[in-house]
């Protein structure tokens, strides 16, 4: 595309792979025809091919490396080394279709674009990466320099997925441009690049493979520094790993029953700056994760059955906190007061408990808060919610977490629940006097009268003041009493 924007062409048109008919026969050719693929080994063939994604220098590379072979356990070896990352096994795959891919990684504009692009590799084969994740973890590594907002940050960003796309280097899902994907032996070379190049950073990209076991002690090299082990279904991860390197760990969408740590799991990843366990089936974490005091991101989203975190209060590096969707959490963890540095904290859907007074106040870097909660029980709205100290009794000193929302100035994303009517417009007429919601891109609130524990009588909803700087009015729920 850049040779195409150089040039001011008036149209482009992307060569696409072969169809799948057109695949299978290019490549039924070159392993020698029918007499060679008979109906016992087809099967497995027709996966092979497949694997190749349409690439006619891949099917041709691999169908004369199979050719005339007749065995089924030499079909099944080189499905399995395809499938496994291991394609440079197979003859003739290292030489010819590496170096050619090599080409477009090595033409990509910087080592920080590279860098972006191997990262890339740890999720699974032919896995739909959500754009914003990718970008936000590439954000917490440091792969993005913080300059400016999360916003400048983000579209930084998205500018170095656009020059992945361009180069082919990643592809959008079905145009939409909120996910992408590698090309499996696009990924397949990115980790022969993490592990042939001793500049690189060292991977382990064990994703969607279906284990059930962690990896052994001794697999956790000293040298590692990303580790993918997402997508599985690990229920233990043990011992006490020597990574004292490792920056990356993805352990989200482990659907072990139970997944569990032991103690000393997290104890020597010093230097860890990204830990997702989102949609993990954990119910506690050990203590060594209060240790990680170069944690930038700590995503736990939808982690539905943890019920207590560790202290947080030495993770003052910390940008990133998502505790959404934590509906059996009793109590925010200890700590949050220290969390100073905070840019981005989510404790949506979330369980029953207080806020920790005065803590939001000493958050001034948050630009993006979400503490809705969309849950009804037969107890009313916000039974499960964090609760806040709102009331409308009219005493101003019932307002301070009001006034410590006032204080977040740089805040650009806002989701709450408010008790009342009278709340709500108290917080709304304060806003729009210190002019704060003219830098808002996104304003979710629920106000209700029907509160646990809050029950205001003769307030009409039609008393709600909205914000000055409003354009939009979305009116979403239940039924209406």
């Known amino acids: 595309m850049d040779v195409c924007n150089s040039m001011e062409s008036e149209r482009e048109i992307k060569v696409e792979g072969l169809t799948d ?35 006619p220098l ?17 079909w099944r070896n080189a499905l399995q080394q395809l499938k496994t990352s291991r394609a440079d096994q197979i003859h ?55 300059k400016g907002s999360i916003q400048n940050d983000k579209d930084k960003g998205h500018a170095y997925v656009k020059e992945l796309k361009d180069a082919c280097m990643i592809e959008s899902v079905e145009d939409d441009n909120k996910l992408v994907r590698m090309h499996d032996l696009i990924r397949d070379l990115a980790i022969k690049i993490t592990r042939d190049n001793p500049g690189q950073p060292l991977f382990m990209a064990k994703a969607g493979l279906g284990l059930t076991e962690s990896p052994e002690e001794e697999e956790w090299v000293e040298s590692l520094q990303r580790v993918s082990l997402m997508k599985n ?19 989200h969408h482990n659907f072990g029953s139970e997944v569990t740590f032991s103690d000393t799991f997290f104890k020597h990843m010093h230097n860890l700056r990204v830990l997702n366990l989102s949609d993990t089936r954990i119910k506690s974490l050990p203590d060594s994760i209060s240790e990680l005091v170069h944690l930038q991101a700590l995503i736990l989203t939808s982690c539905d059955r943890l019920k207590h975190l560790p202290s947080l209060a030495k993770l003052q590096k910390l940008r990133q906190l998502e505790l959404g969707g934590l509906e059996s959490m009793k109590e925010l963890p200890h700590g949050l007061e220290n969390l100073v540095k905070l840019r981005h904290l989510d ?12 803590a939001l106040s000493k958050m001034s870097c948050l630009e ?24 409308s ?38 806003v729009d006097e210190f002019e704060l919601l003219k830098n808002f891109d996104y304003f979710l609130f629920t106000v209700s009268q029907k509160y646990v524990g809050h029950n205001v009588e003769n307030e009409s909803m039609e008393k709600v003041m909205l914000p000055g700087a409003a354009n939009y009015l979305g009116i979403d729920g239940y039924n209406f009493i």
């Open 393 to 430: 009794n009219g005493d101003d000193e019932d307002f301070s977490t009001v006034g410590e929302f006032i204080s977040l100035k740089n805040l650009t994303r806002f989701s709450a629940d408010f008790a009342d009517v009278f709340t709500f417009n108290n917080y709304i007429s304060r």
């Open 21 to 55: 008919e057109e695949a299978w026969g290019l490549f039924k050719d070159k392993v020698g025809g029918e007499e060679i693929v008979s109906h016992e080994i087809e099967s497995i063939a027709r996966q092979v091919a497949e694997q190749c994604g349409g690439l």
């Open 92 to 146: 003739g795959m290292g030489e010819e279709v590496f170096q050619s891919l090599r080409f477009s990684y090595s033409w990509l504009s910087s080592d920080t674009i590279r860098a972006c692009f191997l990262y890339c590799a740890l999720y699974p084969e032919d896995y739909r990466i959500l754009v914003d994740e990718l970008i936000e973890h590439w954000m917490a590594e440091g792969l993005i320099n913080e």
């Open 58 to 74: 891949a099917l041709i590379t691999v169908g004369c490396a199979l050719r005339k072979a007749k065995e089924p356990p030499v």
């Open 233 to 251: 279904d690990i229920k233990a991860f043990v011992g006490q790993p020597n990574c004292s390197r490792l920056s990356t760990l993805l352990l």
């Open 368 to 391: 993006i808060l979400y503490m809705h909660n969309d849950q009804w029980t037969r107890e009313g709205w916000g039974s499960g919610r964090w609760r806040l100290s709102y009331r």
């Open 347 to 358: 404790i949506s859907e979330g369980g029953r408990g207080g806020f920790p007074s005065g």
